[in-house]
């Protein structure tokens, strides 16, 4: 997961979009609380008309796996949900109010995005309408607008970067890890164990994507170090070892741009062996 600097969206927002979005939410505002859920289906377009804008600022990446997939199957997630909030403590009818805010939008791959079985264990994951609180007497009821600046996600958002930090990885497994142990640091241990579950985050494929990504990089770097001690060896490479040499680098480069599927994870990969200068420098360039 990355850093998502989701104001980037107001350069790709146009006039008319900002205000048949709020057109929108005074219409809802007035229907009665059982008509909310149908207005708000039914006005799905204006949240879709951003999708496009979405894509870009992520470059066309779930915000929460870093996968890069068909645009189809890249869907808008309501990061607090529109409709219902599934784990409440009492029943809630979800932050209807920040249905058509910008700010409120997340792009997801669908896996990520609905609840799903996984056929590995049984267990069901995917974000879904739950949004799981550090203390659920803080959320905000739903009976009509209000702020919700009090409220402690227990979900990582990949839009606040200290959220982001709380994620690491299990390179040799291909595997998403908190960053903290629980005897560390229990509640933030906490918020990445629960995100890691309902953002479904080691999902079969994706665990075996990122291996393999981790089995190109490792290999890449071992032959990195080969030419490395040749040239500390004799004083210079071939002019075709250097070319391999550079090829490999920019090979490794491009996996660690932003650009790139689980960028985050090769970063990862190429810092697991620590300082080699080379890859110290990769990771402060590219």
């Known amino acids: 997961m990355r850093h998502i600097k989701n104001s980037d969206l107001l350069g790709y927002m146009s006039e008319q979009w900002l205000k048949d979005a709020t057109d929108a939410l005074e219409v809802l ?7 909310r859920s149908g207005f708000i289906n039914d006005n799905w377009k204006i949240w879709s008309d951003l999708k496009s804008a979405l894509s870009k600022i992520s470059h066309e990446k779930c915000w929460y796996s870093e996968v890069r997939i068909a645009p189809s199957e890249l869907e808008i997630d309501h990061f607090r949900p529109k409709n219902r909030v599934t784990n409440s403590k009492i ?17 997801a791959y669908s896996l990520i995005n609905k609840r799903r079985r996984d056929p590995r264990d049984e267990n069901v994951q995917g974000k879904g309408c739950y949004f799981p609180l550090v203390l659920e007497d803080a959320r905000v009821p739903d009976t009509q607008p209000a702020p919700t600046g009090k409220e402690r996600p227990q979900l990582i958002d990949p839009c606040v970067k200290a959220d982001v930090q709380l994620i690491d990885y299990a390179v040799e497994d291909g595997k998403v890890v908190e960053r903290y142990k629980a005897a560390q640091n229990a509640a933030q241990h906490l918020r990445a164990r629960i995100s890691i579950e309902l953002f479904h985050l080691n999902e079969g494929t994706l665990i075996r994507d990122r291996h393999e990504l981790q089995v190109a990089i490792r290999h890449a770097a071992n032959r990195i170090e080969e030419l490395e001690a040749e040239r500390e060896s ?8 250097q070319e391999e040499y550079d090829r490999l680098i920019n090979q490794i480069g491009e996996t660690i741009n932003s650009a790139s599927r689980f960028s985050s994870f090769a970063r990862a990969c190429l810092r697991q062996n620590g300082d080699r200068g080379w890859n110290t420098e990769l990771l402060m360039t590219a």
């Open 29 to 35: 505002k007035k229907l009665p609380p059982e008509e």
């Open 91 to 107: 029943p809630h009818k979800g932050y209807w109010w920040l249905a058509f805010q910008w700010d409120n939008f997340r792009l």
């Open 234 to 241: 004799v004083g210079k490479l071939t002019e075709g070892q």
